[in-house]
């Protein structure tokens, strides 16, 4: 970030030491003291570290590459590949993917993101992957940003939206060649839960 001299972290409660400390210290530009203590949360100390760092830097930056493991970072999502099937959502334990609620899109809070790789390691289509950074730019990093969306799919039936347009071509492509989804059988799967039923019903 363009300091003159290497940055010291210091920890502990005994603040006689630590004015001492801040006494033997180099006149740098990082010497002004930032305001904040009490916490106990080491993620949110050193966000809070970086980001007064950050504001008082020489030559500010973006965004840094970490490496792995690292407790921040986003993660990539291969469009192609994602169903929207949610399986990362479930999984993840910080909240930091979201569903969109009454719509088809996968949701990413990176300051939440701890990079665990419990969502990785859940995707069944191997969509996603990991990508250590830290963001100094903690309001861009709290906001919610679209990952992936898809079109919904409408029941033939009913219309009734329930599910994602890939996500039916997929399956779909996937059974065509079974033999218990020729047909009518095959056309079940683009009905929702309701309709297909119905149909499986009517034809018996």
Known sequence: MGYSTAIHWHQGNDFTALKSHIQQLPKTEAATPSRFAGMDNKRRVSTMA??????????????????????????????????????????????????????PQLNFIEDLCVQCGICETACPENAISLAPRYLYQRDQARQKRI??????????????????????????????????????????????????????????
Do not use: N, W
Request: aromatic share 6%; charged share 25%.
């Open 50 to 103: 970086l980001s007064h760092l950050y504001e008082k830097a020489p030559s500010p930056q973006a965004e840094i590459t970490l490496e792995k493991p690292a407790p921040f970072g986003e993660i990539l999502v291969d469009k192609q590949a994602c169903t929207l099937c949610m399986s990362c959502v479930s999984v993840c334990p910080v909240g930091a993917l979201v569903d969109g609620v009454d719509k």
């Open 147 to 204: 990952l992936h969306e898809e079109a919904i799919f409408h029941c033939i039936s009913c219309a009734k939206p329930f599910a994602t347009q890939k996500m039916i071509d997929t399956i779909t492509a996937k059974l065509k060649d079974h033999h218990m989804f020729q047909g009518a059988a095959l056309e079940q799967l683009k009905m929702c839960e309701d309709c297909r039923v119905k149909a499986m019903f009517k034809k018996g």
